[in-house]
């Protein structure tokens, strides 16, 4: 079974600073990595995904994560947040042969002006 | 078109109680997925439906846990006796048939056992 480890619990940062949140997943077979995001009140939805060819995969809003396959990482990073990226983001693995998600426990970001 | 959306938001029960929950998926979506969410915790999978069968219920954690989803289309994650330990957000999500495809969730419903 696949596991999926989300370093950080908790990010505070500024607006227009850099973030980057860490997800690291043991897998011993071909994964489909993706990061959801949550924010306040609403439900989860998918912000990225990579299931293969350009190991750098990028989201309409400016985040971008990138598929590490020695390291079996797939960390996210934004150069500039706003007050809008205020959120919870959950890293998901599955088998490429498979329908299940496994979960990291989530990364609260908290963006302050 | 409307998302998955799932009834009710909230329950609370009483320990021992049976409870029903109900999710909606996407029109055409095949795939229908129900997770549980506990408190600090990422969404943990519960079952999966291909149509009306239960591809992959490897996730309930016991046999008070069930779901059906009779037409291929609504579906109803079914638990009797409730325990505290059972209070959580139950999340259902729908795709397409193919793995790579984005699972679309619904808003989740609350459960808390007193």
């Known amino acids: 079974a696949q596991s999926v480890t989300q370093l950080d619990s908790q990010v505070p940062v500024f607006e227009e600073a850099p973030v980057e949140l860490r997800c690291n997943y043991s897998?011993?077979?071909?994964?489909?990595l993706f990061w959801y995001v949550q924010y306040p009140n609403q439900g989860l939805q998918l912000l990225l995904k990579y299931l293969s060819g350009s190991t750098l995969v990028e989201s309409i809003n400016g985040f971008e994560a990138e598929f590490n396959k020695s390291q079996t990482s797939f960390h996210l990073r934004k150069p500039s947040v706003h007050i809008s990226d205020t959120a919870e983001y959950f890293c998901a693995v599955t088998r490429s042969n498979d329908y299940k998600l496994s979960f990291g426990a989530g990364t609260t970001v908290t963006v302050r002006a | 078109g409307a998302g998955v959306s799932q009834t009710p938001s909230n329950k609370v029960t009483e320990k021992g109680k049976y409870v029903e929950l109900r999710c909606d998926p996407i029109s055409g979506h095949t795939a229908l997925y129900w997770y549980r969410q506990s408190l600090g915790q990422g969404p943990e999978f519960l079952i999966y439906?291909?149509?009306?069968?239960?591809?992959?219920d490897s996730g309930l954690p016991n046999d008070r846990f069930f779901a059906v989803r009779p037409e291929g289309s609504v579906s109803t994650l079914k638990i009797q006796r409730t325990e505290r330990g059972d209070s959580a957000v139950y999340l259902c999500?729908?795709?397409?048939?193919?793995?790579?495809?984005?699972?679309?969730f619904g808003p989740g419903t609350r459960l808390t056992v007193l």
């Open positions: 999500a729908s795709s397409l048939a193919q793995p790579y495809n984005e699972q679309f």
């Open positions: 439906f291909q149509g009306t069968g239960a591809a992959d």
């Open positions: 897998s011993s077979v071909s994964v489909y």
